[in-house]
């Protein structure tokens, strides 16, 4: 009983760092691809920026939890549906 409750854990925390490990690989390539080489240059007399700078979307910590659970949910769905499917197909 409780191999599959933690096989099914297993496969929701690799949706989980699946989601995030494409997260950060799209940001990466976005900042690669989008580089405007020469921008500092041109605006000399430019304004100063503000001090306070914000990386990523910000959103609030229920929002996090209720992303993660989602994905777990979804990784767990996934695991039993294949196991569901399995167990029919070799009867």
Do not use: D, N
Not at 37 to 63: C, E
Not at 68 to 74: K, P, Q, R, V, Y
């Amino acid at each position: 009983m409780k191999k599959p409750i933690f096989q099914a854990l297993m496969t929701g925390l690799i949706f989980v760092a699946a989601y995030y490990a494409f997260q950060v690989v799209q940001g990466m390539y976005l900042t690669y691809t989008h580089v405007v080489p020469g921008l500092a240059g041109q605006y000399a007399s430019a304004v100063p920026l503000p001090k306070k700078i914000s990386f990523g979307a910000g959103s609030s910590p229920a929002w996090r939890v209720v992303e993660f659970s989602g994905l777990m949910l979804l990784g767990i769905i996934v695991y039993y549906t294949g196991r569901t499917v399995r167990r029919k197909k070799s009867k």
